[in-house]
Structure formats: structure tokens, C-alpha cells
């Protein structure tokens, strides 16, 4: 069992791309290699060889920013999914543990929401809601990782078959150091700036249409 919840100490891990990304040169219009749009922006994460392993094995190449940061929350939606669907096999267990199990699904299912609409939102962004729409993706992201993290607190109290069948404290632990990882890039998101309307999105009084 190990092997599989192995999935839920990572799932967290590219968030923090999400706003690192879109942040530090959203406004740049010119496709690099993305190799290089990798590289360049994980040499700034706090974790940057596991940001590079990540981003450098996703399926699709990201060609600009706004590229990595879907690519980032897609593989941190996916491992959430996996982990979603795997959890209730843990049957076993006393009344206490399979009451926290029951309440880390309700949680991962709400990260799961909360990052499909993470992600939905980074497919529509426009330069004139540009500050509204990021707005509304920390908040989701804020909320998904507090559901990680209360779905942690619940099996860090409880002993038993559940909790050492399915990897933790270790999972928990690296769980953190993810969760951590993706706060730091919430951080950096409070900076960001608005980018310049395109003349196209203006009408004749200077106004977004």
C-alpha cells in the first residue's frame, strides 16, 4: 500500500509554479524553448530539482508562462484524482481511523474541485480581469492546500493499521514540505501586477470593452 499513497505525499508539489510563473513575466508574449521556460523558472523554487523533474516529464511542452503554470496545477490535479480514487480501498482499521479516512476524501474531494477550477480559470485569463481572476485562483489554491493539510491533521492523531498501511508520518511530512513549497508561491502571487491592456481591448474612451 505504501507504493500507491506514495502519490499523496507529491500531489501539492508543482502549485507553487502556478503564481511564480504567471507573476514573474506574465507579460511576456515571445514562446522560448520550453525546456529553457522550465529551467528558468525553477531555478528560483525552493525545491528546484523536483520542480525541474516535474515540469521537464509533463506530456504537453509549455511554451510560455501561462503554459507552465496549467501544466503545473494539471499534474497537481491529476496526482489529487489518483489519490482521491485510492483512498477508500483502506478499509481496515479502528472506528477513529476509518472516520479520519472518511474525512480526508470529503477533504481531497474538495481539492479536487478547487483545482479544476484553479485550472479552468488559468484558460480563461484576460488582461482586463486579469487581477479579479487571480484573485479567485489563490483563493481556490489557498483552499485546497488547507484541505490537504486538515486531511493530514486528521490521520497525524489517530494510530493504527490506516497509518502505517499507507505511508505515513513519512507521507505527511513531505506532504508539509510540498504545502509549504506551493505557500511560498501564494506569497510571491501578492506581488503580482496587472499587465498592460492591448490596444484591441479598448474602446474610444481608454476603457477595457
Known amino acids: 500500500m505504501a507504493s500507491h499513497f506514495s502519490l499523496f505525499s507529491g500531489f501539492p508539489l508543482p502549485l507553487f509554479l502556478l503564481f511564480f510563473s504567471l507573476s514573474s513575466d506574465f507579460q511576456s508574449a515571445t514562446a522560448k524553448n520550453p525546456n529553457d521556460l522550465v529551467r528558468s523558472s525553477c531555478v ?10 516535474t515540469l521537464s516529464s509533463y506530456a504537453r511542452p509549455a511554451n510560455n508562462p501561462r503554459d507552465l503554470a496549467k501544466a503545473a496545477v494539471e499534474v497537481s ?12 480501498s483502506l478499509r481496515s482499521g479502528s472506528k477513529r481511523e476509518q472516520g479520519a479516512l472518511l474525512d ?32 479567485d485562483a489563490q483563493t481556490w489554491v489557498s483552499a ?54 492591448p ?11
Open 77 to 88: 490535479l491529476c496526482r489529487a484524482r489518483k489519490v482521491y480514487g485510492y483512498l477508500p
Open 199 to 209: 490596444w484591441k481591448f479598448l474602446n474610444g474612451t481608454g476603457l477595457p470593452l
Open 144 to 197: 485546497a492546500l488547507t484541505n490537504e493539510e486538515t486531511c493530514l491533521d486528521g490521520f497525524r492523531e489517530v494510530d493504527g493499521k490506516v497509518r502505517t498501511s499507507s505511508g505515513m508520518p513519512s507521507g505527511a511530512n513531505n506532504c508539509q514540505e510540498d504545502t509549504r513549497m506551493s505557500s511560498s508561491g501564494l506569497n510571491t502571487a501578492k506581488k503580482t501586477q496587472v499587465p498592460p491592456v
Open 104 to 135: 480526508c476524501v470529503d477533504q481531497l474531494a474538495d481539492s479536487v474541485d478547487e483545482l479544476s477550477n484553479t485550472l479552468a480559470e488559468l484558460k480563461h485569463l484576460r488582461s482586463g480581469t486579469f487581477r479579479w481572476q487571480m484573485s
Open 44 to 53: 528560483h523554487a525552493s525545491y528546484p530539482n523536483i520542480c525541474l523533474r
